[in-house]
Structure formats: C-alpha cells, structure tokens
C-alpha cells in the first residue's frame, strides 16, 4: 500500500494552461505538504497544510491554490502556466517530526 | 548565504570505502533530517535527530547541536549506496523542512 500517492506522475503542457496535480495520504498524518524541486535538484518549501488548515504559503505566486478536501488529500492547482513553473513537485506528510514524501511529479511546461 | 550547508558536494568512492558526508547550519532548529534520492527521483527520509547519534545498518547519523554540525556515515559502501543525500532542517513549531543543496554520492564497484 503506497504511503503518499501522487497523481500525475509526468504532466507535459502548454504555457497558459491550468493543471492540478492531487495527493494523497493513507498515514493518518494531519500535516501535509507540497515542495518545489528546481532543475538544479534544490527542493524547497511551497505549501503546508494541518488538519485542512493552511499554515504555511513560503511566497509562491497566487497563481498556484492548493485545497486540501479532508486531511488525507492535499491538492495543487496551478493557473496560467508559466515555463519556470517546469520542475518537479513533491507532496509530503508527517506526524510529529519525520516526513515521507510522495513519489513526485514531473510538470514540463512548453 | 544557505542556512544550510552541505559537503562535498559530489563524492565518489570505491565500494567498501567508509563515506562522510557533513552538514552545518547557522540557525536553532528542532531537529535535522538526513533524506536520500535515489536517481529514479523518490525521496527517502534516512534520520530524524535532535541529539546524539542514530545508526540504520550501515548508516550512521550524528549531531553537534552545539557546534551546528551533523554528519552522516555509510560504513561498507555499495554501489547501491549511489543517490543524493540531502541535510535538512525543521524549526521550532513548523514541521517545514529547509534543505540543503545535496550531496551526489557515486560507488564504483
């Protein structure tokens, strides 16, 4: 059973174009997460999530919406796609302190 | 200047060498994470350590909260071995990590 699924797991578009990316977890988990895996492999924060709550937003333009329906899903929509929006995306869930991560999803935006 | 540093940067060992790699960082944390990558690009989370040492089988994480230093040891390396370990850190009340910029390790067989 996977811990932390993510869907899609390859997303190719064209600028301008909306595209969600959907996680979800079977831990029990109430934080989750979304990182940002730049082409130069450096990850960083994005988004947290605590029980559906928004905690953190680490200055990510507002077209990027994350909705978290219930506290096992945590979702990523993007508007107007911009090419630097081309990187891969990880979403993570933890419980006091360790943290396992999802497989990733690589969006290419052309 | 990265709250987090990390070196080497790219190692690259013979099999059954002892491998090093360090993390230093300038800011208080709550506890620091060893996470490795593997070239298939999922992440792992190795170590979660507040204080002391940790060991996994061949894995061996310490922590110098004073001197703001972590070093993560693999003993009997194996090209199996080869990823990217990253150092990371969460702070205070936030679970968020802060990462560093990696280290690419390479076994040769």
């Known amino acids: 059973d996977t811990a932390v699924s993510q869907t899609p797991k390859y997303l190719v578009t064209q600028m301008g174009n909306d595209k969600s990316i959907k996680c979800e977890q079977n831990?029990?988990?109430?934080?989750m997460y979304w990182y940002k895996q730049d082409s130069k492999k450096f990850l960083k924060i994005m988004f947290s999530?605590?029980?559906?709550?928004?905690?953190i937003n680490e200055t990510v333009p507002n077209r990027f919406s994350p909705k978290s329906p219930d506290k096992a899903h945590l979702n990523l929509h993007i508007n107007s796609l911009e090419l630097g929006d081309s990187a891969v995306y990880f979403c993570a869930s933890s419980s006091g302190g360790e943290q396992y991560f999802g497989p990733g999803t690589r969006l290419t935006v052309t | 200047k990265n709250e987090v540093e990390q070196s080497p940067q790219n190692l690259t060992a013979q099999e059954g060498e002892f491998i090093t790699i360090n993390c230093s960082y300038s800011v208080g944390i709550s506890a620091l994470h060893w996470l490795q990558q593997h070239p298939g690009g999922g992440i792992v989370s190795l170590f979660m350590?507040?204080?002391g040492k940790k060991k996994h089988g061949r894995l061996i994480a310490t922590i110098n909260i004073q001197e703001k230093h972590s070093s993560l040891h693999i003993t009997a390396s194996h090209p199996r071995d080869s990823a990217v370990y990253i150092c990371?850190?969460?702070?205070?009340?936030?679970?968020?990590?802060?990462f560093g910029k990696g280290t690419k390790l390479t076994v040769n067989p």
């Open positions: 831990l029990g988990h109430d934080t």
């Open positions: 990371a850190l969460s702070q205070g009340g936030s679970e968020k990590l802060v």
């Open positions: 350590l507040s204080s």
């Open positions: 999530y605590n029980n559906k709550e928004l905690i």
